[in-house]
């Protein structure tokens, strides 16, 4: 019988913050640098355990102030509280505040201000204001030139949308286009986002203006809570967007919201919202490596159900959240960017560990024609699965505490 001796090794510095776990098989260790430590030895599983599977792929350009590992903290704030209490009260800096403006109202002045004494980047939610000019160009160049003046980075949501039917495609992608040409001209340090409309929004959308004048996506992630339990699952909803967009572009979550509360039944579920809440975050962490920023939701946002996302408001919640973000995987400050050597991506393939061996899915290799794919295979869920003992063109690395596969 096989056993696998778990090995903490820090490795591709740049790529992912946890530290892959390392795995004897009979051929010997793999790449083991100078310091080892043994930590455990893992039980054989009777039945497969589902792990991810992440990749490094070396054909993917950073983005401007992408970082080299983890994701930026952010937080959209209620009128009522301030960055610093809040930051206070969650125990932990936070690199990014957010503001909504529409178009033509008063520059947000002070609240800029307020951001910089925080030392932290203004992402502001450009939006159009329905009853203006369908291309209020003067106002967006005044607000491009006056933002500009402050010489700091930020990041500029540009006029996002809800859905496709009652907006003009050829029309809205025309303005994102403008708009970016006066950032880039009077804002240059600005990082120009596009919001994604639904989760399975793609490149290919007549709404999505181009790699060429996108520097990040996002998309909204919130879970209402009813009796039976949460009605969206974050990680799952997320994926589709976020295999669409991973290779092409870095990706935030705007905002991230879990439900303790909803008018669907009038009760308060706490516990269960700030156990859910923890668990997102960890999944984020572990297994979406270029979600690059995450914006919680304590802004008082509401659905069709009226639920309550907020943190501030509930100790619980807070208490949860300062818990699920103290890991140095979550970013207090700005980088400057320029992310060198493979970044890791999310495979739509998973793999498993079973009967003490890790299996991963044989299509994972069908780009590797000119390599010998071992002919054994084990059936696991009607797929056709590799044993990684029997690879040795690719490096395989598990990590068992978070159900992760590292393919190099």
């Known amino acids: 019988m096989r056993y696998f001796i778990l090995l903490f090794l820090l490795f591709l510095t740049g790529c992912f913050s946890a530290s892959p776990i390392y795995i004897e098989t009979d051929s010997g260790l793999h790449d083991v640098e100078e310091e080892i430590m043994v930590v455990e030895v893992v039980a054989e599983a009777t039945v497969p355990v589902q792990f991810s599977v992440l990749y490094a792929a070396l054909d993917v350009t950073g983005a401007m102030y992408e970082p080299q590992h983890g994701a930026y903290l952010g937080v959209w704030l209620r009128p009522d ?155 799952n909803y997320i994926t589709p967007f976020y295999q669409n967009f991973q290779e092409h572009k870095p990706i935030i979550l705007l905002p991230l919201g879990v439900s303790h509360f909803s008018r669907r039944d009038y009760v308060y579920r706490v516990p269960q919202a700030a156990e859910e809440l923890v668990r997102v975050y960890n999944v984020l962490r572990d297994t979406f490596p270029r979600i690059r920023m995450v914006i919680y939701a304590d802004n008082g946002i509401s659905t069709s159900w009226w639920d309550d996302f907020g943190l501030s408001r509930e100790d619980p919640m807070i208490k949860a959240y300062g818990m699920a973000v103290a890991d140095d995987h979550f970013l207090s400050r700005i980088e400057a960017g320029g992310i060198e050597g493979p970044m890791l991506m999310r495979s739509p393939l998973h793999g498993y560990y079973y009967q003490g061996d890790i299996f991963v899915d044989q299509e994972i290799f069908s780009s590797r024609p000119e390599r010998l794919i071992p002919s054994a295979t084990k059936e696991i869920n009607d797929r056709r699965y590799v044993n990684a003992a029997d690879i040795d063109f690719i490096k395989i690395v598990a990590d068992h505490s978070r159900r992760v596969i590292y393919v190099y």
């Open 81 to 235: 509280i301030t960055k610093a209490a809040f930051e206070s009260r969650a125990d932990k800096k936070h690199a990014v505040f957010v503001l909504e403006h529409t178009i033509g109202d008063e520059f947000p002045a002070t609240w800029i201000l307020q951001s910089i004494a925080a030392q932290a980047a203004p992402l502001i939610i450009l939006t159009i204001d329905e009853g203006q000019d369908d291309f209020p160009l003067t106002e967006i160049a005044s607000f491009a030139y006056e933002l500009g003046s402050y010489n700091l980075p930020a990041f500029i949501v540009f006029n996002p949308i809800q859905n496709e039917t009652d907006t003009c495609a050829v029309d809205y992608v025309l303005l994102f286009r403008y708009a970016r040409i006066f950032f880039q001209t009077y804002a240059p340090m600005t990082v120009f986002v596009w919001h994604g409309y639904c989760n399975t929004a793609t490149a290919e959308s007549p709404f999505y203006p181009g790699h060429d004048v996108v520097d990040w996506v996002s998309i909204k992630a919130l879970a209402p809570q009813g009796a039976e339990g949460f009605l969206v699952d974050i990680p």
